[in-house]
């Protein structure tokens, strides 16, 4: 009550002060006059400031949050995933060392894992018509092409690692009811069979992968039945190769040789699927034939993408719309306009693709592919590791 | 009619307020400041507050080197843990484990009815965050249990496994290889083989290791890791379900926990057995329809 009582006062006194000021000192009382003007514009210019500073904070927030996504995306979660934790080691005799938590070290070099990097795994799976889910057991179809696509936005490069579908690896065994079982020892490309022939099924897949690779993170996937490759292949205008090998129609009844090895080719529709698909399962390492194949064929097909690229932004999502019914990706077309963006100007040739290497030996019934364990460490560390500096 | 202020005075008068309010905000400060210190010096180590009773501190400067014994001295640095004096200041200690290399060099302990009562309580029983190294019930204090699992905090400095950390760099895993444990009547020595990042589950009860299914199934696990940055020994890619494990257990953090592990290579004096037994063996029958 007292407040209220001293504001009337002062409001009485500020309005005498006012009117006596007024007659005693008028320039004065101009001069503060031309002052709170200057006060009030500048505030209102401060405002407007204000609101146009937020919202181009809001665009570039929006951008970023596109960009979490991906990176937030990762399908199994790893422990490289999690942010290093800075240990600090009490010094020992020796040295005062700071050893980061994820860091490896080989031959005398120490490595880091890129944090930036994103990878992703495409898969052919071996259907030939339009995505369908299916029942439980092993009816998914089996991923008879296996790449990891890896960008690296440190070196703007685009890194493909072909895995040979016959690689031996951890397997987990899903019963009909979709519950899980155990663990086995079988080829990689066994694992897509699981699971509702979709998503599940991919998700087993890229663990399988994952798992094989060290559980490096995977940010995305995207499994393409192999009948969409002529398809793709048609929108950029066809691939040009030279033959590695001899090459039959895929339709079995017919097995009519339709290219021969060391033959320069046009490959579009129904050639490209076979140059791409076709393996004679008699003979002995066809996989590994099969895959020198189709790493060659992304080699010039993603060459041939990036110039259609250039002259279309919109063209990689156009290609993905075309082949949609028989795609199944767990990327959103936010994410993939996000990545054609920045893969766009990478630098890819046959020097970034890359084939695992090992030993293939004859099992009871079907072939199995050893990896060189190494080969495999190395060629991690090269791909998405970098070295410390000391 | 009201008096107009002579503008000196108003002047002098808001300085006034401008002191008092901010030696209002300094004054609050220092006592913000005070309260703080005096809270972050109550983290005191054990050496403040355990000790025998008998010891008054001129007593504790004539003890000769030789004599250095209880929890606030011990040591297996001269080979020789007194369990004599160690249990009458807490019965519960059963053991000690010296790691050479750090600063592991610590009493265990095993409470008879809480698995986790060391965790927040200190090896002289005061209740304390640092809490002690331990053991939970289902394991043995023979070590004689396929996968002995000893928990100990290792989030921060202070805590009595933070320097396990030390194993995740390779030079000091290669260099240091040697774990001992004393008991009352013995020295186990064991060889430390591995250290990584393991999931965040329960060790002790993820598998049964008293039936060779259980042991056989941990160790398919173990030698099924694929992990850029664990660190391995050579030579121990052959456990089976007779041998005698050792588990560093840290703390579970989201999803995981930095352990240690261990292998016994020397009993000592201890005659080391144990029943496995042979439980029921699921097999699925997995068709090939390829």
């Known amino acids: 009550m007292n407040n209220l009582l001293t504001n009337k006062k002062n409001r009485r006194d500020r309005v005498a002060n006012l009117e006596k000021s007024q007659i005693l000192d008028p320039e004065k009382v101009k001069r503060d006059q031309k002052r709170r003007r200057k006060v009030v514009a500048l505030s209102v210019l401060a405002v407007i400031t204000g609101l146009l500073a937020a919202a181009f904070a809001a665009f570039l927030i929006v951008g970023a949050v596109g960009k979490a996504n991906l990176h937030s995306n990762v399908i199994a979660a790893p422990k490289l995933e999690n942010a290093p934790v800075v240990v600090e080691l009490q010094p020992t005799e020796e040295e005062a060392t700071s050893w980061k938590e994820g860091w490896v070290k080989y031959n005398g070099q120490i490595y880091a894992y890129n944090e930036d990097i994103l990878t992703f795994l495409i898969m052919g799976i071996d259907k030939t018509k339009d995505v369908k889910e299916v029942a439980e057991g092993t009816n998914g179809g089996q991923a008879d092409a296996l790449f990891l696509v890896v960008l690296n936005p440190h070196d703007d490069s685009l890194s493909v690692i072909g895995i040979n579908r016959n690689t031996m690896t951890d397997i987990s065994v899903y019963d009909d009811n979709g519950a899980f079982v155990n663990t086995i020892k079988a080829q990689i490309a066994v694992q897509h069979g699981f699971g509702n022939g979709v998503e599940e099924s991919c998700e087993y897949q890229v663990n399988a992968v994952q798992h094989l690779f060290y559980e490096m993170p995977v940010h995305g996937y995207a499994a393409i039945n192999m009948s969409a490759i002529g398809p793709l292949t048609d929108m950029v205008g066809g691939v040009d190769v030279v033959a590695l090998e001899d090459v039959k129609s895929v339709d079995d009844k017919i097995q009519k040789l339709v290219i021969k090895e060391g033959e320069q080719v046009h490959l579009e529709g129904e050639l490209a699927y076979a140059y791409v698909r076709d393996r004679n399962t008699d003979q002995f390492g066809s996989a590994d034939k099969r895959l020198e194949r189709q790493k060659q064929f992304i080699t010039t097909y993603l060459q041939k993408v990036k110039q259609k690229t250039k002259e279309d932004i919109g063209f990689p999502i156009s290609v993905y719309q075309a082949i949609a019914p028989q795609t199944v990706t767990n990327l959103t077309v936010d994410e993939m306009t996000y990545l054609v963006s920045i893969a766009k100007d990478y630098s890819f040739d046959e020097n970034y693709l890359y084939t695992l290497k090992g030993e293939t030996k004859q099992g009871d019934v079907f072939e199995e592919f050893y990896v060189d364990e190494t080969d495999l460490f190395e060629l991690i560390l090269k791909v998405f590791y970098e070295p410390v500096e000391q | ?290």
């Open chain 2, 1 to 290: 009619m009201r008096c107009v202020k002579d503008k000196g005075i108003t002047k002098q008068i808001m300085k006034k307020k401008w002191i008092k309010m901010i030696s209002g905000c300094l004054s609050m400060l220092l006592i913000m400041g005070i309260l703080i210190g005096c809270g972050s010096s109550n983290t005191d180590n054990r050496e403040d507050t355990t000790g025998t009773e008998e010891q008054t501190p001129a007593g504790a400067s004539e003890v000769e080197e030789e004599n250095r014994t209880g929890l606030q001295f011990e040591t297996a640095k001269d080979g020789r843990i007194d369990f004599t004096v160690l249990q009458e200041e807490n019965p519960e200690i059963w053991g000690w484990l010296y790691i050479p290399g750090t600063d592991i060099d610590r009493p265990l302990l095993q409470s008879a009815t809480s698995d986790t009562y060391y965790q927040d309580h200190m090896a002289d029983g005061q209740e304390g965050e640092t809490g002690a190294l331990y053991i939970e019930i289902p394991n043995q204090t023979n070590l004689c249990d396929f996968n002995t699992v000893i928990h100990g905090k290792d989030q921060k400095e202070g805590d009595l496994f933070y320097e396990l950390h030390k194993f995740e760099e390779p030079d000091f895993f290669n260099e240091h290889e040697a774990l001992y444990i004393y008991t009352p009547d013995n020295v186990y020595t064991y060889s430390i083989y591995a250290a990584y990042y393991d999931e965040g589950s329960d060790i002790l009860r993820r598998y049964d290791y008293t039936t060779y299914q259980g042991c056989n199934a941990y160790l398919a696990d173990y030698y099924d890791r694929r992990d850029m940055a664990m660190n391995k020994r050579d030579g121990w890619e052959d456990l089976t379900a007779g041998h005698f494990l050792l588990t560093l257990d840290g703390t579970t953090t989201g999803d995981r926990q930095f352990i240690v592990m261990a292998g016994l290579v020397n009993a000592g004096v201890a005659n080391m057995d144990r029943m496995i037994f042979d439980g029921t063996d699921f097999v699925y029958d997995f068709e090939d329809e390829e």
